[in-house]
């Protein structure tokens, strides 16, 4: 239950700190809700601030949305692979809303009726909104590609998590008889997904692993404490930790060198 409320937490924070598309004003465009591509050719000379408040509300979405599609992936280092997942997960939500609000009704009149003030005409006059309009499409296809791979992304990953939760709140021993599981699912994410299996990505979720592998051992061995209170600890019960990391060590290369072994000869 614990686990399904952050995730529920953490989707309503996405949501509402996403992207939000600004909806026409009503009263610079009053009526423009009763235009369709039939009356509007009549009528829009009766409403001469309908087209430039258009033009600028089409921009202000092409602007928001690229600035958004181009900013550069990143999650934290200090969460671990769990970083990277919820990265993926708060990516999709935001995208889904996104493409959610340009199935509105005020975002389709925006779109069908500049449409059809250009469409068959070689008006000088109406060339930038022809460009914008063929920016427009271009955002639009890149929105659902963004999307597409965001969904993919989160169906592969979330299949690594109940292998990666042992490296929170496990010991070394428990980190050690998950790795198989955990180098099976990674490999077949290598072999089968669409957009994650790159060269960068793959080394980039493995640095979380091996990072937070460290900060496991750090947190068993020190117990949150500093480096000095490693004397005080009983002598015993202190290389026994430290037998068991350098084990955590030894396993996880051998697992990771075996897996790059059977992934070679698939290839």
Avoid at 94 to 107: A, F, G
Avoid at 116 to 144: F, M, Y
Avoid at 204 to 228: A, H, R, V, Y
Avoid at 234 to 241: F, G, I, M, S
Wanted: charged content about 30%; aromatic content about 8%.
């Amino acid at each position: 239950m614990n686990h399904f409320s952050n995730n529920l937490s953490e989707a309503l924070k996405s949501l509402s700190g996403g992207l939000e598309l600004k909806r026409p004003d009503g009263e610079k465009v009053k009526g423009y809700e009763s235009l369709d591509t039939r009356n509007f050719q009549q009528r829009i000379n009766q409403m001469p601030d309908l087209i430039p408040h258009f033009e600028e509300l089409l921009e202000e979405w092409c602007n928001k949305i690229e600035a958004y599609l181009d900013a550069p992936e990143s999650s934290s280092n200090d969460e671990g692979p769990k970083g990277e997942l919820d990265y993926w997960r708060n990516r999709m939500q935001r995208l889904t809303s996104i493409t959610e609000q340009l199935k509105r009704k005020d975002c389709k009149s925006v779109i069908g009726l500049l449409s059809t003030l250009t469409k068959g005409s070689a008006d000088p006059s109406k060339q930038k909104i022809v460009s914008l309009l063929r920016r427009w499409k271009q955002i639009d296809v890149n929105i659902t590609e963004a999307a597409n791979e965001a969904k993919d992304n989160v169906k592969y990953l979330f299949t690594l998590e109940r292998f990666i939760e042992p490296l929170y709140t496990g010991t070394a021993s428990s980190i050690i008889d998950t790795l198989p599981a955990l180098m099976n699912s990674i490999k077949m994410i290598h072999t089968i997904a669409r957009y994650y299996n790159t060269t960068e990505r793959m080394t980039n979720l493995f640095s979380k692993i091996t990072d937070q592998m460290i900060s496991n051992c750090k947190q068993c061995i020190m117990s949150g404490k500093d480096k000095d209170s490693l004397w005080e600890k009983d002598p015993q019960e202190l290389v026994r930790q430290l037998e068991a990391c350098l084990k955590l060590n030894e396993a996880y290369q051998e697992q990771v060198k075996f897996t790059h072994s059977r992934t070679a000869r698939h290839y």
